[in-house]
Each structure stands twice: as structure tokens, then as C-alpha cells.
């Protein structure tokens, strides 16, 4: 009985020390915008109605992940402090906005 309690305290004592860990970096690092950003990208692509067509299909992942790019950027511009990885999500918006035209141009 006394190892069966034992290890019942053992196992809460950890279970609870994960729980304290998990909220202290969930405190620290809550869902971030960034992977928000990540976790939406990811759900509309795994839900997006495929037509079968590869070329269309590709077209269409490929605008949502560049969408989702862009979104991580703008939040870099607004929310980062290093000067040159915003230069670096001023560059990632121009060339996923082109991207995005030459998809949708080439998706007609």
C-alpha cells in the first residue's frame, strides 16, 4: 500500500510540476500571434475543397501559405525589434504579394 501511495504522489507531484511548467511558458509563451498565424494556415489547408486538379489545388495551398507569410511579417513589422528581420518582413510581404498575383494570374 505504502509504494501503491508512493507512487500516486509521485505521479500528482509530477503531473503538477508539468502543469506549473506548462503554465509558466504558456504565460510566457501563450498561443503567440505568430503560431496563430501557423495553426489557422494549417487548418484552412487541411479543410480547403480540393477539385482534383493538381495545378488548381497547388495554386490554392500555395496563396494560403503565402497569405499566412505575409500575416507573420506584418506581425514582425509590428511587434519585433530587431531592425533587420523587420527589413527581412518588409522583403518576405513584397515577394509573397507577387507570388500570390503570379498564382492567381496563372489559376485564371
Same mark, same amino acid.
Given at each position: 500500500m505504502k509504494i501503491k501511495n508512493g507512487l500516486i504522489a509521485g505521479i500528482s507531484i509530477l503531473l503538477a510540476s508539468f502543469s506549473i511548467s506548462y503554465s509558466a511558458n504558456k504565460n510566457t509563451f501563450p498561443e503567440s500571434a505568430l !503560431? +496563430?498565424?501557423?495553426?489557422?494556415?494549417?487548418?484552412? !489547408? +487541411?479543410?480547403m475543397n480540393m477539385g482534383g486538379n493538381p495545378d488548381h489545388d497547388f495554386a490554392m495551398m500555395m496563396i494560403r501559405h503565402h497569405k499566412a507569410a505575409i500575416e507573420m511579417a506584418h506581425y514582425e513589422l509590428q511587434s519585433g525589434k530587431d531592425e533587420k528581420m523587420k527589413m527581412k518582413a518588409e522583403e518576405i510581404i513584397n515577394k509573397q504579394t507577387k507570388e500570390i498575383g503570379a498564382l492567381n494570374e496563372r489559376n485564371g
Open positions: !503560431m +496563430k498565424i501557423m495553426n489557422t494556415m494549417m487548418s484552412d !489547408m +487541411k479543410f
